[in-house]
Nanobody
Framework: QVKLVESGGGLVQPGGSLRLSCTAS????????MTWYRQPPGKGREWVAT???????SYADTVKGRFIMSRDDAQNAVYLQMNNLNADDTAVYYC??????????WGQGTQVTVSS
């Protein structure tokens, strides 16, 4: 059974940092590109970053230069290092495959709140 588990969220002040983790099981992780998404309060889910199997990483313009995505295939995990956070980054963060191939079993997400 496919399972995605996100963790690492919390309350952080503007300008602060957090590192999110996502562990996956139930599918061949190393052969898949992976994506971080987020859903701000009252809004739809949006794309944040994708790490392709080639190692190439793409970021949304809103996070470029502040967020760093990485993966550890030995741990079946992806990470999102988030720096210089601002209020617009407040959202529930999820991981999954890229938008063209999302898995139906979304995780519970991890809440990130940026507030002073």
């Amino acid at each position: 059974q496919v399972k995605l588990v996100e963790s690492g969220g919390g309350l952080v002040q503007p300008g602060g940092s957090l590192r999110l983790s996502c562990t996956a099981s139930g599918f061949t992780f190393s052969g898949n590109s992976m994506t971080w998404y987020r859903q701000p309060p009252g809004k739809g889910r949006e794309w944040v970053a994708t790490i392709f199997t080639s190692g190439t990483i793409s970021y949304a313009d809103t996070v470029k230069g502040r967020f760093i995505m990485s993966r550890d295939d030995a741990q079946n995990a992806v990470y999102l290092q988030m720096n210089n956070l601002n209020a617009d980054d407040t959202a529930v963060y999820y991981c999954n495959r890229p938008p063209y191939a999302t898995l139906p079993n979304w995780g519970q997400g991890t809440q990130v709140t940026v507030s002073s």
